[in-house]
């Protein structure tokens, strides 16, 4: 049977106007009282990071690591967005922190159910978050004025605040409070940056040394002072026990103008660290708070500055370079050792310094976090291959990684660090390789392929735009005419929503006729009617849908939704309520209100699946910690017949429910990550395509309830290939192809070619995986189906005049050039990898690269592809300008 070519126009969409938003903090967990004994050496951890725009993203490490009883590895894809949190609008994330709800539990790093969130919004709230529920569980008043600073104490039983009427509170959280404990005494200052001192072992008196004692009770620590940066050119000591000020350190002015400290920390041995807005780094002495060296590190603003466990020191700021400091030992005949003899013969230096970013970098986090409790000495001490990892982030909206092992570290060891993004590079900071995640961490646009269009959305702002329909079939391309618009797209509605926090999903119906769109609180619903006169598009909102789900949910379960899809036929809305796991099936139709069909309460449900049927050695991760039970439904997916409905949430559940019978149909095996696509295959509908954030894929037989044994080698081969590429898979798609160019689906049990309907179903399919920079398509060949010898030599030369037949793809918007078989240009295309996958037939995959910074990507038909692309110089230039100084002879 001839494999057939097909033309597709291609639609290089360039005009949307979406942009994230900066990042403003970055938190890992702290060191705990159980890791300072014994450290995770083997685990990374969550990372929060928030956004100028009020979202809290949490991301989790993912590997491509599936099965070590197969030895299967990959490149590992670091840190991947996990799931976001929406603060009330409008506001912005100005601190994070991470405290353990059991400091002294040996709990995982990776393990949310063990964690404490607290934020800040630059306002007078202190935030605490649920992370079961993915909501604010409580908010407590600093009861003087806008929060400027937020840090834990080293035991993390409380959180001090620094206040803009320059009062340091502090907050009691142990053992589940969220109270203000008491206040120190006023200053007329405002306090920018805060960081507490070492503790010291709480001594026991002569009668508690006679009895026997737990171990807890012996590490009994009592904090002893903090310090803090302030608006008034100065650094201030402070004594916990009275809450005073016991001293005050001065640093320097320029033109009379006070100098802003806005970073401050304290290292292990007391030494305070400093970084102000005339860019000087400053090492000040514990005891006495004398200078002890300063370095005129930054051209500008220092802006924030973290510390390591081995007591290296970062600083950063507006001139977008990460700057090292690292202490080195001075000989006992240096003169200069006098000057810091209350700290040792040790001296610091300015090691290195790299730019990373290209606008200024608002905040830093180290993994393992530094710990001002010492560690006791042990006879086996773990050496671990992960070096630690420096993250770094800003107005650039991308978050920077970068291993920053110590400089020599490891030369001499049994046990060398690697560098997980360049696992034959060096680990330490100077000459490390390091990763930039992209700055679309999930889908942000939607699409309504009947009605040609196209949706994106931005905190509480929702836009539609058309694409034109060229005039002409496929295979006369080349003289189509481009729309009257003259660009080949038009707006055609902008909306700004009243929403509570940030929207958190949208969709549009296939034919255009619906829009959802929601945020954590509220669902709204839109008619959509197309004005003929204007072109535009008219919304009619549906407002009873509000009522009707307050009247079916229960009071604890929230009206808003973490994903929502409509079917197909327009006829059913589905929506995954925020942080409850509630799966809501509603009927809509033009003209009535929606009814409730049925509500599956199957996510809400503890993990009870753990063993079941499927390939259990591919669900394997080593070391993988699933966590705590988190109901959040994250992917919804409908078949093209509007029968079958899959959900997945984050705990790797996946669920596959009857909307014919409004019945649960099957449970999937439990997968390590969560998925990050979920697509039927738009021909047969019985299978289902589950897409992995660490780039690997399965495909699920529905009908049979299982993984059928030919997807094995397939999945096997593909992700194989799309492992090497560093950005996360986001997006998945069948690609919808003619009758006369598919080739029959294998089948099940081996006898012969599927059955649907009581026929052979042509049913060849071709696959479209995307992630930020890259498009991946292979071919479901049968496995069943032997290849002559002949026909394999066609079908090779029907490749070979593929690759020479393709038309260069323009990067202009108003143009829709003919790609043929979905391939790149040739300047943009890599060579096709045929990867022979049984005996009896092969797979024929190929990745593209040329496109860059993909926001979606989407088929309106079988003969047209559209593919979003945001690109970077675009996004910055609507930013304002970078620190830049002119230097002499320029």
């Known amino acids: 049977m001839d494999s057939g070519r097909q033309s597709v126009r291609l639609h290089r969409c360039r005009f949307l106007d979406w942009s994230p938003s900066p990042i403003t903090a970055l938190a890992f967990p702290p060191a705990s009282l159980a890791t300072a004994k014994k450290p995770f050496n083997k685990v990374y951890p969550v990372l929060a990071i928030g956004r100028a725009n009020g979202a809290i993203e949490i991301w989790k490490w993912t590997t491509s690591k599936v099965s070590k009883e197969k030895g299967t590895t990959g490149t590992d894809r670091g840190w991947v967005m996990h799931q976001a949190l929406y603060t009330p609008r409008p506001s912005k994330v100005d601190s994070l922190v991470f405290t353990w709800r059991d400091p002294s539990s040996?709990?995982?790093?990776?393990?949310?159910?063990?964690?404490?969130?607290?934020?800040?919004?630059?306002?007078?709230?202190?935030?605490?978050?649920?992370?079961?529920?993915?909501?604010?569980?409580?908010?407590?008043?600093?009861?003087?004025?806008?929060?400027?600073?937020?840090?834990?104490?080293p035991t993390g039983t409380i959180l001090a605040i620094g206040c803009e009427d320059g009062c340091v509170r502090l907050v009691d959280i142990e053992d589940d409070e969220f109270v203000l404990k008491r206040k120190f005494d006023r200053i007329k200052t405002r306090i920018l940056s805060i960081a507490w001192g070492p503790p010291q072992k709480q001594q026991q008196n002569a009668h508690s040394m006679e009895e026997d004692i737990s171990e807890e009770e012996q590490d009994e620590w009592k904090d002893e002072w903090l310090v803090?940066?302030?608006?008034?050119?100065?650094?201030?000591?402070?004594?916990?026990?009275?809450?005073?000020?016991?001293?005050?350190?001065?640093?320097?002015?320029?033109?009379?103008?006070?100098?802003?400290?806005?970073?401050?920390?304290v290292l292990s041995d007391g030494t305070i660290v400093s970084g102000d807005s005339m860019g000087v780094v400053k090492f000040w002495d514990r005891i006495s708070c004398t200078q002890l060296q300063s370095f005129q590190a930054h051209g500008a603003d220092v802006l924030c500055l973290a510390i390591s466990s081995t007591n290296a020191v970062y600083t950063s700021g507006v001139d977008q370079k990460v700057t090292e400091f690292l202490s080195v030992q001075?000989?006992?005949?240096?003169?200069?050792?006098?000057?810091?003899?209350?700290?040792?013969?040790?001296r610091w230096i300015q090691s290195c310094s790299r730019r990373l970013h290209s606008h200024d970098i608002r905040s830093l986090a180290l993994w393992p976090a530094h710990s001002l409790i010492p560690s006791p000495p042990s006879p086996k001490t773990t050496i671990s291959t992960n070096p630690p990892m420096l993250v770094s982030a800003g107005l650039d909206m991308t978050p920077v990684f970068i291993p920053c092992a110590p400089p020599g570290h490891g030369v001499d060891d049994a046990v060398k660090p690697i560098n997980p993004f360049n696992k034959s590079g060096p680990a330490t900071f100077e000459d490390a390789h390091y990763?930039?995640?992209?700055?679309?961490?999930?889908?942000?646009?939607?699409?309504?392929?009947?009605?040609?269009?196209?949706?994106?959305?931005?905190?509480?702002?929702?836009?539609l735009w058309r694409i034109g329909s060229p005039q002409g079939s496929s295979e006369d391309a080349e003289e189509a005419i481009p729309p009257s618009s003259g660009k080949g797209w038009d707006k055609v509605l902008d909306m700004e929503l009243r929403f509570k926090s940030n929207i958190t999903c949208c969709t549009l119906s296939r034919d255009g006729r619906w829009l959802a769109v929601s945020d954590a609180e509220d669902v709204k619903l839109f008619h959509l009617q197309n004005d003929e006169t204007s072109g535009e598009i008219e919304p009619k909102r549906v407002k009873s849908l509000s009522r009707i789900l307050s009247a079916a949910l229960p009071n604890d379960i929230r009206r808003g939704a973490s994903s929502i899809a409509i079917s197909p036929d327009s006829k059913k809305l589905i929506m995954g309520s925020t942080g409850s796991g509630s799966l809501v099936v509603l009927g809509i139709d033009v003209g009535s209100e929606p009814t409730v069909l049925r509500i599956f309460e199957q996510h809400r449900q503890a993990d009870a699946q753990s063993k079941l049927r499927g390939d259990s050695g591919d669900m394997e991760v080593d070391g993988h910690a699933?966590?705590?039970?988190l109901p959040q439904i994250s992917r919804l997916a409908v078949s093209a017949d509007g029968q079958w409905l899959a959900s997945g949430d984050l705990n790797g559940r996946?669920?596959?429910?009857?909307?014919?019978?409004?019945?649960?149909?099957?449970?999937?095996?439990?997968?390590?990550?969560?998925?990050a696509a979920l697509t039927f295959d738009p021909k047969s509908s019985r299978y289902l395509l589950l897409a992995m954030p660490n780039n690997t894929i399965k495909i699920y037989d529905v009908?049979?309830?299982?993984?059928?044994?030919?997807?094995?080698p397939i999945s096997e081969v593909v992700s194989k290939r799309i492992s090497t590429h560093r950005d996360a898979l986001v997006g998945a798609s069948f690609v919808p192809s003619s009758s006369s160019s598919l080739l029959p689906l294998p089948a099940i049990n081996g006898t012969g070619p599927a059955m649907f309907n009581g026929k052979a179903t042509?049913?060849?399919?071709?696959?479209?995986?995307?992630?930020?920079n890259w498009i991946c398509r292979f071919r479901l060949y049968p496995r069943n189906t032997p290849v002559s010898g002949s026909a394999k030599r066609r079908r090779d030369e029907e490749e070979s005049n593929e690759d020479d037949d393709h038309e260069d793809v323009t990067d202009r918007d108003d143009e829709l050039p003919t790609v043929s078989g979905l391939d790149p240009p040739r300047e943009g295309r890599k060579k096709k990898d045929r990867i022979r996958g049984s005996a009896d037939g092969e797979l024929f995959l190929s990745v593209i690269t040329q496109y860059k910074h993909l926001l979606g990507v989407e088929f309106l038909n079988s003969n047209e592809m559209v593919v979003v692309e945001r690109p970077i110089l675009d996004v910055l230039s609507d930013m304002p300008p970078a620190y830049f100084k002119a230097r002499y002879g320029t």
């Open 435 to 463: 990763h930039r995640a992209s700055f679309l961490s999930s889908s942000a646009v939607c699409f309504a392929p009947n009605a040609r269009l196209v949706a994106s959305w931005s905190e509480a702002k929702v836009s």
């Open 228 to 265: 803090t940066g302030c608006s008034d050119s100065s650094l201030r000591k402070w004594e916990i026990k009275s809450g005073r000020a016991v001293e005050k350190m001065s640093t320097d002015r320029t033109r009379g103008e006070p100098t802003l400290v806005w970073a401050v920390g």
């Open 762 to 772: 042509p049913a060849y399919q071709s696959v479209i995986l995307w992630g930020a």
């Open 330 to 346: 001075v000989s006992g005949g240096d003169t200069r050792s006098s000057l810091i003899s209350s700290v040792g013969q040790k």
């Open 626 to 629: 699933k966590g705590s039970a």
């Open 703 to 712: 009908e049979s309830k299982s993984l059928p044994e030919w997807q094995r």
């Open 106 to 153: 040996n709990a995982r790093p990776d393990d949310l159910g063990s964690l404490r969130l607290f934020s800040t919004t630059g306002g007078t709230l202190l935030f605490e978050w649920d992370l079961s529920h993915f909501a604010i569980r409580r908010t407590l008043p600093s009861q003087g004025g806008a929060i400027w600073c937020l840090a834990p104490n």
């Open 654 to 675: 996946i669920f596959i429910f009857n909307l014919d019978s409004l019945q649960l149909h099957t449970t999937l095996p439990i997968f390590p990550y969560a998925p």
